[in-house]
T-cell receptor
């Protein structure tokens, strides 16, 4: 089963409003990442928060992480029509003994920003 | 800057046919990944390669094989395609160190098996 689960599955807001997406994960992680996907394109990395961090900002993005609840949220402030896309959280963890790093994605939130 | 390049972009196969999806990265990354994306399912890991010469199964490896040809290239092979393998396939790469784990994605291969 998938590690990350986003909530809501779809979100429609007016331009200028804030958009909040939530993500839950199941096992211990090294970091939690958020990616954006425009229709028909590859994923683009937005922001990473480490397991020992609680909040991080990047431009209009704000990410929080609560490791006790195994959850994260992504806030996009003052949304624009160009923010219309699908947003995915991805939990990252180093696989002990294998020396490898796994990135496990959730099912995504489809955000529509109406002009 | 090329980043991660996948070929082909589109492919239609008949059931039972075989094909190889190619992926190359020019960022000198250690780790490479193959994911498939289906509607409502997000991205699921098929196989990954932590470094040149190693490969490991992900969440949904059945029906696929991979080859890490060198540090740059990681190919995904479907030996006998099935309609259930109709999907969009993404290759990704990452430096995959404790301090640097951002993944870079290719543009995807849209595969239809009829």
């Amino acid at each position: 089963s998938q590690q990350g689960e986003e909530d809501p599955q779809a979100l429609s807001i007016q331009e200028g409003e804030n958009a909040t997406m939530n993500c839950s994960y199941k096992t211990s992680i090294n970091n939690l990442q958020w990616y954006r996907q425009n229709s028909g394109r590859g994923l683009v990395h937005l922001i990473l928060i480490r397991s020992n961090e609680r909040e991080k900002h990047s431009g209009r993005l704000r990410v929080t992480l609560d490791t006790s609840k195994k959850s994260s949220s992504l806030l996009i402030t003052a949304s624009r029509a160009a923010d219309t896309a699908s947003y995915f959280c991805a939990s990252g963890r180093m696989v002990t003994g294998a020396g490898s790093y796994q990135l496990t994605f959730g099912k995504g939130t489809k955000l529509s920003v109406i002009p | 800057n090329a980043g991660v390049t996948q070929t082909p972009k589109f492919q239609v196969l008949k059931t039972g046919q075989s094909m190889t999806l190619q992926c190359a990265q020019d960022m000198n990354h250690n780790s490479m990944y193959w994911y498939r994306q289906d509607p409502g399912m997000g991205l699921r890991l098929i196989y990954y390669s932590a470094s040149e010469g190693t490969t490991d199964k992900g969440e949904v490896p059945n029906g696929y094989n991979v080859s890490r040809l060198n540090k740059r290239e990681f190919s995904l092979r479907l030996e006998s395609a099935a309609p259930s393998q109709t999907s969009v396939y993404f290759c990704a790469s990452s430096r995959a160190t404790v301090m640097n784990t951002e993944a870079f994605f290719g543009q995807g291969t849209r595969l239809t098996v009829v």
